[in-house]
């Protein structure tokens, strides 16, 4: 069997460099994240504030390589190493410890002409080498998901593919595109005793147009409005929930020698969940709030210094309703990163980053009252970069 | 090359060691204590065999014993693996399994026959370990969090509050997630109105994977933007692809390339 696998591993090697038009990138790196709340809340009018703490060390590698003039293959992963402590007032602190590899990503774009114009299809898919578990066992002590994503991901095999046209408009250029996302089972149960519980996230329909206006000096402006359909989340075969379909609407503005910025907003229209008795019904209010976003940056050489703003509106419960209330809150972010030529095919990228995020009523204090959460999050990065 | 794959062979025959000696060591059950760290009021423990007796701070008690606590009185209790159980006024619980099973292992289960229980829960380190209060036919089973857990004994509804991290009821063979700042109330084992469903809104709802791009699109720049969009857009509706913003050349992420890693662009 091993030689079995050498042999194709080989002659699939074979095969992509004997086309000829071989070309590609690998990227190798390690990124340090830190993050803390700076001040204590009640989450639940126990008698218990709670301190947020923890970091991460991440090992990335990516690697993309095209075998002839329209097809290409990418893939990605990364290993990670991580700490997250979380200390009740008055009591010891509960610290976890990650060593995980987390899902890897490898796909294909195929690009080819339907329609007598550019097209793309885009085939990926993950593979779960991550602990589907890991996620929620991180989040204790994590800066909540909204505004950072958990960078770790064990998500159980998924599929994604996406067609896209592009129409010439003059000088400019309208696309068009339509993606799918397949999420298969998997279980984030991590040993209660309890019975396993598959959980199946629902699938998704993206659909999207660009309008893109080149101007001078590789200058050009970007609208962007894009839609994304969600089917229902299921446990154990059992409807529990659908998000709410999303509209997002964006301006770019880039000039890569020098100013750009992107302006976004995402709305999201009312979900389903799962009632009493088991009905399956529309939210009589919309689980998520609207988010807006604004990312600048300017580009002196090889410096970049890029930031975010990001705000994110109070979901459509009351807060009363301790169950589905989510008060929103911002993000403040800058993102400094140096790029150091090392060759006409080789690069090393260094990073960092700060972000502060106020998570708007995220606690309950004692005696009822709601009580926001303050964190800091730093980055701090580099990587290897060399075409192949 | 041969160097490196002997290296990772003996990594993997230590591993392989190491794995075989934490299994027989986890065959070992033991019975661990827990003891009153706290004692307000009148608080008392019925041994096997025994009355009720009144107890104070330092008091150890073992599974099998009853825990009642009356008006006004409350304790807390500290287990062998660090974990506290905080006991409300006129509360009364049976300690159902106390064990230690082998080097990271536990189980660790009540009957909480009336009243308010709060729990703070060590992280659990093994798939085998748990966490268990059972009332009214709920069994709410945690893992490394905080929760209060409420049981009515007249009116047989059971209320849990879930401060951090997951915490899972089985109820009538179903599984229900709850996760921080969630309540869940169940009427005689059946869930109640203001249950979120099962949906778990830490895993960002509708979720899901892949989604991505290489960039290879480069000299369509029209072509290029859908797809980064198509990886942004699944990155941002609940936070579902593998998302590395720091790897320039994957091409699923245009913003954020300029971004540090871990952020998300909305």
Same mark, same amino acid.
């Given at each position: 069997?091993?030689?079995?696998?050498?042999?194709?591993?080989?002659?699939?090697?074979?095969?992509?460099?004997?086309?000829?038009?071989?070309?590609?990138?690998? /990227?190798?790196?390690?990124?340090?994240?830190?993050?803390?709340?700076?001040?204590?809340?009640?989450?639940?009018?126990?008698?218990?504030?709670?301190?947020?703490?923890?970091?991460?060390?991440?090992?990335?590698?990516?690697?993309?390589?095209?075998?002839?003039?329209?097809?290409?293959?990418?893939?990605?992963?990364?290993?990670?190493?991580?700490?997250?402590?979380?200390?009740?007032?008055?009591?010891?602190?509960?610290?976890?410890?990650?060593? =995980?590899?987390?899902?890897?990503?490898?796909?294909?774009?195929? =690009?080819?002409?339907?329609?007598?114009?550019? /097209?793309?299809?885009?085939?990926?898919?993950?593979?779960?080498?991550?602990?589907?578990?890991?996620?929620?066992?991180?989040?204790?002590?994590?800066?909540?998901?909204?505004?950072?994503?958990?960078?770790?991901?064990?998500?159980?095999? #998924?599929?994604?593919?996406?067609?896209?046209?592009?129409?010439?408009?003059?000088?400019?250029?309208?696309?068009?595109?339509?993606?799918?996302?397949?999420?298969?089972?998997?279980?984030?149960?991590?040993?209660?005793?309890?019975?396993?519980?598959?959980?199946?996230?629902?699938?998704?329909?993206?659909?999207?147009?660009?309008?893109?206006?080149?101007?001078?000096?590789?200058?050009?402006?970007?609208?962007?409005?894009?839609?994304?359909?969600?089917?229902?989340?299921?446990?154990?075969?059992?409807?529990?929930?659908?998000?709410?379909?999303?509209?997002?609407?964006?301006?770019?503005?880039?000039?890569?020698?020098?100013?750009?910025?992107?302006?976004?907003?995402?709305?999201?229209?009312?979900?389903?969940?799962?009632?009493?008795?088991?009905?399956?019904?529309?939210?009589?209010?919309?689980?998520?709030?609207?988010?807006?976003?604004?990312?600048? /940056?300017?580009?002196?050489?090889?410096?970049?210094?890029?930031?975010?703003?990001?705000?994110?509106?109070?979901?459509?419960?009351?807060?009363?309703?301790?169950?589905?209330?989510?008060?929103?809150?911002?993000?403040?972010?800058?993102?400094?990163?140096?790029?150091?030529?090392?060759?006409?095919? %080789?690069?090393?990228?260094?990073?960092?980053?700060?972000?502060?995020?106020?998570?708007?009523?995220?606690?309950?204090?004692?005696?009822? #009252?709601?009580?926001?959460?303050?964190?800091?999050?730093?980055?701090?990065?580099?990587?290897?970069?060399?075409?192949? | 090359?041969?160097?490196?794959?002997?290296?990772?062979?003996?990594?993997?025959?230590?591993?392989?060691?190491?794995?075989?000696?934490?299994?027989?060591?986890?065959?070992?059950?033991?019975?661990?204590?827990?003891?009153?760290?706290?004692?307000?009021?009148?608080?008392?423990?019925?041994?096997?065999?025994?009355?009720?007796?009144?107890?104070?701070?330092?008091?150890?008690?073992?599974?099998?014993?009853?825990?009642?606590?009356?008006?006004?009185?409350?304790?807390?209790?500290?287990?062998?693996?660090?974990?506290?159980?905080?006991?409300?006024?006129?509360?009364?619980?049976?300690?159902?399994?106390?064990?230690? =099973?082998?080097?990271?292992?536990?189980?660790?289960?009540?009957?909480?026959?009336?009243?308010?229980?709060?729990?703070?829960?060590?992280?659990?380190? %093994?798939?085998?370990?748990?966490?268990?209060?059972?009332?009214?036919?709920?069994?709410?089973?945690?893992?490394?969090?905080?929760?209060?857990?409420?049981?009515?004994?007249?009116?047989?509804?059971?209320?849990?509050?879930?401060?951090? #991290?997951?915490?899972?009821?089985?109820?009538?063979?179903?599984?229900?997630?709850?996760?921080?700042?969630?309540?869940?109330?169940?009427?005689?084992?059946?869930?109640?109105?203001?249950?979120?469903?099962?949906?778990?809104?830490?895993?960002?709802?509708?979720?899901?994977?892949?989604?991505? #791009?290489?960039?290879?699109?480069?000299?369509?720049?029209?072509?290029?933007?859908?797809?980064?969009?198509?990886?942004?857009?699944?990155?941002?509706?609940?936070?579902?692809?593998?998302?590395?913003?720091?790897?320039?050349?994957?091409?699923?992420?245009?913003?954020?390339?300029?971004?540090?890693?871990?952020?998300?662009?909305?």
């Amino acid at each position: 069997m091993r030689n079995l696998k050498k042999s194709l591993l080989g002659s699939a090697l074979l095969w992509i460099l004997g086309t000829g038009a071989f070309g590609g990138q690998l /990227s190798l790196g390690g990124q340090f994240n830190a993050w803390n709340a700076t001040n204590t809340v009640n989450l639940d009018g126990s008698p218990a504030p709670n301190n947020f703490e923890g970091w991460e060390i991440w090992a990335p590698l990516s690697l993309s390589f095209n075998v002839d003039g329209g097809l290409g293959f990418y893939g990605q992963t990364e290993y990670g190493n991580g700490y997250y402590k979380d200390t009740p007032s008055g009591s010891t602190s509960d610290i976890q410890y990650m060593n =995980n590899f987390s899902d890897t990503v490898v796909g294909a774009d195929l =690009n080819f002409k339907s329609f007598n114009v550019p /097209s793309i299809l885009n085939v990926g898919f993950n593979i779960p080498t991550g602990d589907p578990s890991w996620e929620q066992r991180q989040i204790a002590s994590s800066v909540p998901t909204e505004f950072l994503a958990s960078r770790y991901r064990g998500r159980g095999f #998924g599929i994604s593919a996406m067609y896209a046209l592009a129409f010439p408009a003059g000088s400019a250029q309208i696309g068009a595109s339509a993606g799918y996302l397949y999420s298969g089972n998997y279980n984030p149960n991590f040993g209660t005793g309890s019975p396993v519980a598959d959980l199946k996230l629902g699938d998704s329909v993206f659909v999207s147009f660009n309008h893109i206006q080149p101007f001078s000096d590789n200058q050009s402006q970007i609208i962007r409005l894009s839609g994304l359909y969600s089917l229902t989340t299921s446990i154990d075969k059992q409807s529990v929930f659908q998000m709410g379909p999303n509209i997002n609407a964006s301006y770019s503005w880039n000039n890569p020698k020098a100013f750009s910025f992107d302006l976004g907003v995402q709305y999201f229209l009312p979900g389903q969940r799962q009632q009493i008795g088991g009905a399956f019904v529309t939210e009589p209010q919309i689980s998520y709030g609207a988010r807006f976003y604004l990312a600048p /940056s300017y580009v002196m050489g090889d410096f970049t210094l890029a930031s975010q703003a990001k705000y994110i509106l109070p979901n459509g419960y009351p807060q009363s309703d301790t169950v589905l209330y989510n008060g929103g809150g911002y993000l403040l972010g800058v993102n400094p990163s140096f790029r150091l030529k090392l060759d006409d095919s %080789s690069a090393l990228k260094f990073s960092a980053g700060y972000d502060f995020i106020n998570a708007q009523n995220l606690g309950n204090a004692l005696g009822g #009252g709601r009580a926001d959460i303050y964190y800091n999050n730093w980055t701090f990065g580099t990587s290897y970069e060399v075409k192949l | 090359m041969v160097l490196i794959m002997r290296l990772i062979y003996q990594l993997l025959f230590i591993l392989a060691l190491a794995g075989s000696q934490a299994l027989a060591a986890g065959t070992q059950k033991t019975a661990s204590d827990g003891v009153f760290t706290s004692v307000s009021g009148k608080v008392q423990v019925k041994k096997k065999g025994k009355k009720f007796q009144t107890v104070k701070s330092g008091t150890t008690v073992k599974a099998g014993e009853k825990i009642s606590t009356g008006n006004n009185s409350n304790a807390v209790l500290r287990f062998f693996d660090g974990s506290e159980l905080k006991v409300s006024p006129k509360t009364q619980f049976t300690i159902a399994k106390l064990e230690k =099973n082998g080097l990271q292992d536990k189980a660790l289960k009540f009957k909480l026959a009336v009243g308010d229980l709060w729990a703070s829960v060590k992280k659990l380190t %093994s798939s085998k370990s748990s966490f268990e209060i059972e009332s009214g036919g709920v069994v709410c089973g945690v893992r490394g969090t905080q929760f209060s857990y409420h049981y009515d004994q007249d009116r047989n509804i059971v209320t849990v509050h879930v401060d951090e #991290g997951t915490v899972y009821l089985n109820s009538d063979g179903h599984t229900y997630l709850f996760t921080a700042g969630q309540t869940g109330n169940f009427y005689n084992g059946n869930p109640g109105k203001s249950n979120p469903g099962q949906s778990n809104g830490n895993l960002g709802g509708n979720n899901g994977n892949g989604g991505n #791009g290489n960039g290879n699109n480069e000299g369509n720049s029209c072509l290029a933007d859908l797809n980064q969009q198509f990886g942004n857009s699944l990155a941002v509706n609940g936070d579902n692809t593998f998302t590395d913003p720091q790897v320039e050349g994957s091409g699923k992420v245009n913003v954020s390339a300029q971004l540090a890693a871990g952020e998300t662009v909305p």
